[in-house]
């Protein structure tokens, strides 16, 4: 028996093939292509600070559609985070305008890096509401996020009466200014947001490859019962990607409120999407257990600098639409080539 | 390659033998460097049965599936009725009058029996679809088959064995002339297959020719009329059935012959590992009777023991809860001394009590992950320190199991789906024998598998049981608790209806099991 025992090892080594290669790089090629066409269309687009200013734009989509790429790896869907980033810019908003505690008759202000962790932790919570609906009240995903995505909107909405807080600079002699930092700084020439971004990717994309919870969440997103056989702890992986998902929705709402100096309850809206149609572009199954931070990193540039781009040679904004939705069918279509054969029945 | 054809006469010269309605011609088929039939002639007779013999990885599922049109062939023909034709895809093969049963359930688990079993052909009536109609073939269909299945329940809510009851009735109700049957049986009792065929030898009397594979030898004996064996992807043996026995098979199949052996012997037995008390489960779909009814059962360190018993006799059950999937309603499992009900199932596994599930495609086995993965699936933390695993230890452990169960794969990272049917049960087997467990139960885990393979895992199991394993064996074969069981409990209706030791005969064990014993 031993000698048909991997004696293919050596000899499985792949057949080299342009289709193939053309398939799975799909996402770094299309945006070669974005890039190669339009510095052929603007001489505005191929500079370095042109880079730069759409990087800090994809950061938005980037930091997203990361804590998208785990939901939908587990099989799941989050529709909340455009929500999500709008509740937490404006509760950033609110704690830069100090928090009146009139039992007391105080007014707090809190430094700016206790804004940034309470902001976050609001955006864990609300994560972990959608988490522990699906895990344990086996609300279906699409539900309980579609309507965490009303209520946190809503809540946003109502602490602010629909304004926008345009104040976010702080005050010096309080000591809490720095918010500006996250949007507006560079660090040897590159925007923070950018480096937010890459740092969030490195640590998304360790966490997949190497770690176990990496594993853990391959593994239920592509057979949910197998895994819990074989010990997956599933409601805990579950809970988790949806909490991660909601503190990077909150990181990207507090990025959008500095780039943008304002925080307003109708910021991100249909973001969610916007990061739903870069993990798939990434060539990630929504149906679970596929996909990479290497390629939704790749599909979340796709769509800035294909949406970039369009604004700069002075393309409309509703072709945008038509374009960004044409790329994502293309992408959606290729991920069914790619799926549809390598796997078969028995 | 030593074994040439063993009969020199070419099956279509041979008078004796039916006219040929379906064959196959110098087909080949590959996957990128993976040969899985190099050049293969095979031929299927009117009337008649032919079975189709080979180790898990030899081709047969592929041969089949060129036949039954559900994948191309590389290179080679197909031939029916003597006019070489070509399928693009199974419904054009099925308008042919060629259905087939697939190894792996194709069933759509959330529609009903019914609704399966006219899948793409729904009987149209006046008014859209009739499905009064469909019902009454449904039950027509069960009534033949002697099974007591509900038409419109939900194909989700019925045990393993039962889909495959489904599977077989939507295959006999095309009326298909040719009927290929991709190992039917494999979650089938005795009794059902008995049944099955009575069935076969009814349509093979009225002309209809069949194709048979199964790893039940003896069983497949019975029904054959001529036997082919696939070796590595060429034909290396045909012969009528007149002409063959079981050692025939074997020694064709995989070259030498095979001995499942017999209980492991001259080691002393330990403590008592595991300890089920009055364990109670209720019907997991809601139902007010108890799949598992107070049961009690001790295993000691060292003792192989099997759990015999028909289909829906509670042996799936019993183990899941144990395992920790389900939950009991009463009782207590005790795991060397330490109750463990409360224990999640991770845990359960961490203190080395593991379960191989007896639905390899639903339970067993992540289909978006590689082999590899697949096999460490359930160990992770073994290769894990602190935040990272280890990939030089991952390896060594995937490659130490592959080795010991054999699995045939192109290497740790092809894709699950690219292994043939056996050898994906080889994954799941191996990947709990890889969390190093003290109590090992095993839910109908030959499913599939090859004789080799078979007397392989046997022969692991019984050496792990002199180092002190404790084993849980279920299974529906009498012959398999023979050969490795110390102690043969029988279920029956949620409960312990016997227990025997390793000297009892068939005949005894099955009428325990309220089964009727066939002659
Ligand atoms: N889609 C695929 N990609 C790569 N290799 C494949 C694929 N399908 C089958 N193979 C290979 O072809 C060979 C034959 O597989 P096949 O399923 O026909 O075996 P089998 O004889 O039916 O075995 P079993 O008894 O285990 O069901 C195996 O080595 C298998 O790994
Ligand atoms: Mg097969």
């Known amino acids: 028996m031993s000698d048909t ?3 293919r090892s050596a000899a499985a080594k792949p057949a080299f093939s342009l289709g193939r290669l053309l398939l799975e790089g799909r996402a770094f090629f299309a945006l070669i292509a974005i890039v190669a066409v339009f510095s052929f269309l603007s001489p505005n687009y191929f500079t370095v600070s042109n880079f730069l200013i759409m990087a800090s734009h994809v950061a938005i989509y980037g930091i997203l559609a990361v804590g998208m790429l785990l939901v939908i790896l587990n099989g799941g869907i989050d529709l909340s985070v455009g929500s999500i980033l709008a509740l937490s810019g404006v509760v950033a908003g609110a704690l830069m305008q100090g928090v009146e505690l009139p039992a007391l008759g105080v007014i707090l202000y809190p430094p700016v890096w206790a804004v940034v962790v309470l902001t976050c932790t609001l955006g864990a919570l609300v994560g972990a509401v959608n988490g522990v609906l699906i895990a344990w009240f086996k609300v279906p995903a699409f539900v309980a996020t579609l309507g965490v995505m009303y209520v946190a909107r809503g809540v946003a909405l109502l602490m602010t009466n629909g ?26 020439g590159i925007p923070i947001s950018v480096l937010v971004l890459s740092g969030i990717a490195i640590l998304a994309g360790l966490m997949l490859s190497r770690s176990a919870f990496g594993r853990w969440l ?19 992986v579950k809970i988790t990607v949806y909490t991660l998902s909601g503190i990077l929705s909150a990181v990207a709402g507090l990025v959008l409120s500095s780039q943008l100096t304002s925080a307003g309850p109708t910021a991100g809206t249909t973001y969610e999407l916007t990061a739903i149609a870069a993990v798939v572009i990434g060539g990630a199954a929504l149906t679970g257990g596929r996909g990479t931070v290497r390629g939704t990193m790749l599909g979340a540039f796709v769509i800035g600098f294909l949406s970039d781009g369009l604004v700069i040679i002075g393309v409309s904004s509703y072709w945008q639409t038509v374009f960004t939705g044409a790329v994502i069918v293309l992408a959606v279509l290729m991920n069914s080539i790619q799926y549809g054969k390598g796997t078969r029945k028995s | 390659m030593s074994a040439q054809f063993q009969s020199g006469a070419r099956p279509q010269t041979d008078p004796r033998l039916g006219e040929v309605v379906l064959a196959a011609r110098n087909v080949a088929k590959s996957y990128g460097n993976v ?15 032919t079975t189709l013999f080979g180790e898990n990885g030899a081709g047969k599922s592929t041969l089949m599936k060129i036949l039954s049109g559900v994948i191309q062939p590389t290179s080679g023909e197909i031939v029916l009725d003597g006019l070489p034709v070509s399928f693009g895809n199974s419904t054009e093969a099925r308008d042919r009058g060629i259905s087939i049963i697939h190894q792996e359930l194709s069933l ?35 009534a033949e088959l002697e099974e007591e299945i509900d038409p419109l329940t939900p194909v989700e809510d019925l045990r393993l064995g039962q889909q495959q009851i489904v599977e077989i009735a939507r295959a006999l109700s095309v009326d298909s002339r040719i009927l290929i049957m991709d190992e039917p049986t494999s979650a089938l009792s005795a009794t059902e297959v008995e049944v099955l065929f009575k069935v076969i030898r ?37 012969a009528p059935r007149a002409e063959i026995d079981l050692e025939w098979i074997v020694r064709n199949m995989v070259g030498e012959n095979y001995d499942l052996g017999s209980p492991p012997e001259g080691h002393a037995l330990g403590a008592v590992a595991l300890s089920v008390r009055d364990l109670t489960v209720p019907d997991p779909k809601g139902a007010d009777y108890n799949v598992v009814d107070r049961l009690s059962l001790d295993i000691r360190a060292g003792e192989v023991v099997c759990i015999y018993g028909l289909m829906g006799a509670g042996r799936t059950e019993l183990l899941e809860t144990v395992a920790g999937r389900l939950r009991a309603s009463g009782g207590e499992v005790v795991l060397e001394g330490r109750e463990i009900s409360h224990l999640s199932i991770a845990e359960r596994i961490a203190r080395g009590l593991a379960l191989v599930p007896e639905d390899r495609q639903r339970d067993g086995l992540v289909q978006t992950m590689s082999v590899g993965e697949n096999l460490s699936l359930a160990s992770i933390a073994s290769f894990t320190r602190g935040l990272f695993t280890r990939r030089k230890a991952e390896r060594a452990l995937i490659d130490a ?15 699950i789906g690219s292994l043939s049917g056996g050898n994906q049960q080889k994954v799941v087997i191996g990947k709990m024998l890889a969390t190093k467990p003290r109590v090992i139960m095993l839910d109908e885990p030959s499913r599939g598998i090859d004789i080799g393979a078979k007397a392989e895992v046997f022969k692991l199991l019984a050496e792990e049981a002199k180092r002190g394993l404790a084993v849980v064996y279920s299974t529906s074969e009498v012959g398999e608790c023979l050969s490795i069981a110390h102690r043969i409990i029988v279920m029956h209706k949620g409960r312990i209806s016997a227990e025997f030791d390793s000297t009892v005969s068939k005949e005894k064990i099955m009428a325990a099991s309220g089964e009727s014993v066939a002659a």
């Open chain 2, 401 to 415: 199991s592959i080795r010991e169960v054999t699995v045939k794969t192109s290497g740790p990272a092809a894709a």
């Open chain 1, 218 to 236: 391959y593994a239920s997103g592509g057979n949910e019962r197998a895994a819990d056989l074989s010990g997956v702890p599933v409601k805990r």
């Open chain 2, 35 to 49: 040969h899985a039939l190099k050049g293969v002639n095979f031929d299927i007779h009117r009337g008649q049965v």
């Open chain 2, 202 to 238: 009814d349509l093979t009397s009225k002309g209809v020719s069949i194709v048979y594979i199964s790893h039940h030898l003896e069983e497949a004996l019975q029904i054959t009329d001529h036997a082919v064996v696939l070796r590595d992807g060429t034909m290396t043996a045909y």
């Open chain 1, 163 to 188: 304004l926008t807080y345009n104040n976010l600079s702080g005050r010096p002699e309080l000591g809490n200014t720095g918010f500006d930092w996250l949007g507006f700084n560079r660090l040897a």
């Open chain 1, 5 to 7: 025992t991997l004696a």
């Open chain 2, 108 to 142: 759509a688990p959330n529609l009903s029996v019914r609704d399966n079993i006219f899948m793409g052909r729904e009987i149209m009536g006046a008014s859209g679809v009739d499905f009064a109609e469909e019902e009454r073939q449904c039950r027509k269909l069960m």
